[in-house]
């Protein structure tokens, strides 16, 4: 097995700019809960970290989240931090927020899988590794800051988390025996308010006899004046402030009067920690199972190390691959294998009895309106059981619960951002593995999985704030209508529009389940309504000379009138978020945007907004680009660049794509245009690199164009697929493509079987079979000419659903 984890630069993404990725560089394991790294504070940093070394650290924390937005951070929980206590005098140490935070040394960050350091401006060295739910801090404390007698001092912090919403808990600390465990409730980082999750964790502290405390006990301050240490006190039990406000801190502080040196005469020391989502007592059988008694920091990074190469092995480069990409790629890889978080065992909050559940269980879902686009499509390339395993969970979560999770955060429902896209996982994993899991080789219920997606498509939740759909009124109208009084369900009436085309969207996921689980009355019913997309265009409204837009709709039929270009990168319109008094029918973006979305069916769209002239609909998406309209780091733009192929030019797929990844993609930390959002942009990155883009919950792939001349994808069920570019011509990858650059495609060949369509190809006919390799050979060629249709005739392009399109499943029986 190849070492790819030197591949791999975690900091990609990590710049506080304006238009920040907020990626984690914390040690991790793939999947793991436990991602401990550091927060730093007086900056904008969701995960915790950011590049900016003027922002001083608060402490390393053993959980956070990845590529989120949240404006306040996410986790942070259980923080510790090395401090040095003048004349070692208990009662003067730093241990509030603002007294113990410390700015770091330029040019020490470093991150590798598994592994995160850096020192700060004392010279104390930060750094930590993990195991799934566990890990080690170690921290190096140099001579020069031990000389003249000072003693190591680590700050313990239970009640902050990064946006301070200590909702109450309890802690205790065994002095004797050197533990440590804490826990309580915090507030969901992008969920309903009225709910609560709880974290627990267990600390270490004696590393088996190698370190021996001086001085023990608890701290409480607040920054209204309050800063009192308790040595010698064991336990606290805090309960909220009601008042509003700052919440309370408080935690351990504890010294060493003896610790392991280094030759160098710096003191090391070393933590244990772990964490649960059921209680202290599982955080600490969490510690020991996972870490053991012997605290080997090395062993515990080789051990973290080896799991991540074996999910980067999964897909090997050419070795001719130009180093960029090749960084880029294992790099975006890497991420793709980060998120969501493996919490199976750790079910406590999701659900009564939930610690005792032993199935697959999956959190950090927010949101799957971001990651259904690409990252479950690319995680079925290479990982069938990891996606089995995710799929299960959300199947199991409308078992638990009722319906399908949506945007599961810190073990808590999120917030529904536009349809319910966890149909959209079930039905893309069902497309792909269908056969696997009826015949149980794949642990995943489908026959669960098409009653879950049937209420989903027929029922309205009473608040479809944070799960389900509004059906009530689609069902009714056909479209989701502005000013509409529903009476039998709430939520925030906005997003009208672009609700509306994200329903539709969910109905084709749900159609092409009805159709695997061999319904297909229910399927056809489903398939018409997921052409309801097209009841939201307003054929009046206009701009840039170009008609036909999506817009907000009354009950009467009516449209309410907006310019398509508010929320654009060009528009100037503050409010286009959920949490904002969003007044524009559409999320997070335009109604340009918008109206290039229906992912299943672009030959009806063009039809609906090109009158069928293909021209036109080429012309229209030259000028949404050159407008500046289009934001890749925005998910409903994943797939413009591409839809050239749907008019028969994928010349000018090939032309864009390489455009957006080289003005919005790149190997500094400022690399990432935004949001990681759970991997959604990496894996966006990756189709790109090796020119396949999906088309959600059927087995399509559009072929467009490699970055690379050739790799191999590895899937332990499906076989492997060994891609050759033939005549590949390392000229063509560049953001503008020179004249005579080899760069498009101008024949598919499977298997020794030249394909009718260069545009596209099936996921179910690419993989070979277990144990057996197929091979792939795009050949490139510099004629744009010959190479500017998708082959002989209609049926060589994409597939639509209103032209026949996507119904080639062939239904097993259910067992």
Known sequence: MLDLTKLVDPFIGTRGNSNPGNVCPAAAQPFSPARIGIDLDDVYAPPGYVTNVSAPVRGVSLLHDTGTGSSLGSYGNFESMPVVCPDNDFARCPTRLDDRKRPRMAHKDFASPGYFTLTLNNGIKMETTATRRAGLVRYTFPKSVLDGGSLPHIVQDWTNDSPGTFRGGEIDFDIRRGRIQMGGGWGSSFGPTLYTYNAYACVDVLNNGKQKLSKAGLWEGDRHGQDTKLEGETHANLSRILIGGQPVQSGALFSYSSYPRNKDGSAEITLRVGVSFNSAAQACTNAEQEVGDKWDFDRVHNDAKALWNTKLNRILLSPETDDKIVRLFYSSLYYSFLSPANITGEAGNIFPGGEKYGGPTYDGLYCTWDSYRTFFPFLSLTSPREYADITENYIDGWRKTGWIPECRANNLPGLTQGGSHGVMVIADFAAKYFQQAYTSQLPVNLNDGYTAVMKDAYETPAAWDDKGRQITAYGKYGYIPFAFFDTVSSGRQTREASRTVEYAHNDFGASVMANIANHPKEARALYNRSLSYANTFDPSASSFGYTNFVQKRFTNGSFFKQDPTLCSPISNFPSCSLQQENTVGTYETSSWEYSFYAPHDVAGLIKLIAKGDRGNFMNRLDTYFAKGLFYAGNEPSFNTPTLYHYAGSPVR???????????????????????????????????????????????????????????????????????????????????????????????????????????????????????????????????????????????????????????????????
Do not use: W
């Open 653 to 815: 797929s090939v032309k864009r794509v390489r455009k957006v990844v080289f003005e919005n993609f790149n190997t500094t930390t400022a690399g990432l245009p935004g949001n990681s959002d759970v991997g959604a942009m990496q894996t966006l990155l990756n189709f790109h690199l090796m020119g396949l883009f999906p088309v959600v919950a059927t087995t399509e792939m559009l072929v467009v164009s490699p970055f690379m001349p050739g790799y191999t994808i590895r899937n332990e069920m499906l076989g492997d697929v060994v891609m050759e570019a033939k005549n590949f011509d390392p000229r063509s990858v560049a953001k503008d493509i020179p004249s005579g650059a080899r760069a498009y495609v101008a024949s598919v060949t499977l298997n020794g079987v030249k394909q009718s369509s260069r545009c596209k190809i099936l996921f179910n006919k690419l993989f070979p079979g277990q144990g057996k390799t197929a091979h792939l050979v795009l050949e490139m060629t510099a004629d744009e000419k010959a190479a500017d249709s998708c082959g002989e005739g209609e049926k060589d392009l994409p597939s639509s659903l209103s032209t026949g399109g996507f119904r080639q499943f062939e239904p097993l029986p259910p067992v």
